[in-house]
């Protein structure tokens, strides 16, 4: 099992950053035709909420690990149908397999069968909603058919429909969405493995869940608290929505978010990094702090730094940890690993957000691949932005504000949150 489990962490590696990060997608050795570049048009997607009123709750959904990824819960369809998808801040197209399938990987639960919903219905390619994603295409039945891509080579293709998604609410209230647009994807590709039915879009841009709910709940936000990576798939905790779903109180950190013309990821300025007491200063190709140098990934599990400050914090490790790392196992898929019986023993890292500082425990930065070896879950590309990923994100009460346009930060046992 430990075994499995180390090459589906390779697997997955890079499999959720999307498309359009393109200085990963240069890494990579798959080749793209399709360019996904970002509209805006707030008014695509009314208000559809029926009955929901005050003594509602909060809508949340459940989500858990499962080998590196978080498997969130959504219900689409009339009658609800459960899928589970991963959560994705770094993309914006919900998608799941769908019968009848051309193509797909396979899955343990039964597909959704669009035949078997009364509220399903094909996006026609002259409504304006086919030409939000811009690889969509006219069929010859005039259905939108799309293409959606990612950098590690993961594909899905299929038809463009909307669904009602049912959410419950902290009351126990169930909560209809109406007309909520999304892929019925018939031909899907990549590195999944079959307890994941799709991916649930949650990033900023125009057709992401988040932006299609709006600010429906009582205002435009959300929160998220990622359980550790090797939680057992039963415990989860929840993502909440709207109002209800702010974070904060004591110990509640917060940094801006930086708008840029990508409007997919969730784009924050990373100062500096501190390993143990040492400060490290972010070093891009530019050794001024960019605006936005980094976003966070909910889909992606490594953080991943620019070579140049990437190297130093490693070294930085090295130095504090009261180990011999193994050498060059290139299997591993990280190349800073240590073996032990025990549990590592590592510095804690600060994370200075501007605005923030974001302390991480060796469990939320070594990771196990296997039995008695543990990595930095640190990896580095050639690119100037950063990804800030899932493992370090655990154990945190995280909230997406996109009203105030920050992101805040508040520690917490997400594990202790399974009260459903
Ligand atoms: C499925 O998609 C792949 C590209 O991802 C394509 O090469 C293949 O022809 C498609 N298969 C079908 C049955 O549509
Ligand atoms: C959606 O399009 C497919 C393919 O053209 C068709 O088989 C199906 O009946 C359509 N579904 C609805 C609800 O119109
Ligand atoms: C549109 O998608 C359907 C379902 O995946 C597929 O059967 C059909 O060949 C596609 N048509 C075009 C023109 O891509
Ligand atoms: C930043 O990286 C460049 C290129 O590797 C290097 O020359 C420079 O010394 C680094 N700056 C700091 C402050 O480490
Ligand atoms: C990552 O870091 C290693 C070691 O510093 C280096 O050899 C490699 O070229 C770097 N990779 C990228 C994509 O920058």
Redesign the pocket.
């Known amino acids: 099992m430990a075994y499995d489990l180390f090459h589906v962490v390779i697997i997955i590696f890079l499999v959720f950053l999307p498309l359009h990060f393109s200085p990963i997608k240069a890494?990579t050795d798959v080749s793209f035709s399709i360019n996904l570049i970002r509209k805006t048009s707030p008014k695509l997607f009314p208000q559809r909420l029926r009955g929901l009123s005050a003594m509602s709750g909060t809508p949340q959904s459940p989500t858990g690990a499962y080998l590196g990824h978080y498997l969130m819960e959504l219900s689409i369809g009339t009658p609800p149908f459960k899928i589970y998808g991963i959560a994705d801040t770094g993309s914006d197209l919900t998608w799941t397999q769908c019968v009848p399938c051309n193509n797909c990987y396979k899955q343990l639960n039964p597909m959704f069968d669009p035949q078997k919903s009364s509220s399903y219905s094909n996006i026609s390619c002259d409504s304006n909603l086919c030409h939000e994603l811009d690889t969509g295409v006219c069929s010859p039945q005039k259905q939108c058919n799309y293409t959606y891509a990612y950098a590690s080579g993961s594909i899905t293709q299929g038809v463009l429909a909307q669904e009602t998604v049912t959410l419950t609410s902290t009351t126990g209230t169930n909560i209809l969405l109406k007309g909520i647009m999304f892929g019925c994807g018939h031909n899907n590709t990549g590195g999944f493995n079959d307890h994941e039915m799709g991916i649930i879009g949650l990033g900023g841009g125009p057709v992401s869940l988040i932006s299609q709910i709006g600010s429906s709940f009582g205002g435009k936000m959300f929160s998220q608290c990622l359980v550790p990576f090797h939680t057992d798939v039963s415990v989860y905790s929840k993502m909440s929505f709207g109002k209800g779903s702010e974070v904060s109180g004591e110990g509640v950190v917060s940094t801006p978010l930086v708008a840029k013309e990508d409007k997919t990821p969730y784009f924050v300025t990373l100062l500096g990094i501190s390993v143990g007491n040492n400060y490290l200063h972010y070093n891009g190709s530019s050794e001024t702090v960019e605006k936005g140098n980094m976003f966070l990934d909910s889909g992606t599990p490594p953080t991943i730094l620019?070579?140049q400050f990437?190297?130093p914090v490693?070294a930085e490790m090295k130095n504090q940890v009261a180990m011999e790392p193994i050498v060059d196992d290139p299997d591993l898929g990280f190349?800073l690993c240590y073996q032990t019986k025990k549990n590592l023993h590592g510095p804690i890292l600060t994370a200075h957000f501007e605005g923030a500082d974001v302390t991480l425990e060796p469990i939320q930065t070594f990771i196990s691949p296997k039995d008695g070896v543990f990595c930095l879950g640190f990896?580095?590309?050639?690119s100037d932005v950063g990804i800030y990923g899932n493992f370090a994100q655990s154990n945190y009460l995280i909230g997406f504000d996109l009203e105030a346009q920050v992101v805040s930060f508040k520690p917490r046992d997400c594990t202790k949150n399974t009260e459903s």
Not at 379 to 382: E, V
């Open positions: 890494n620019p070579t990437y190297d490693v190349q990896t580095n590309t050639s």
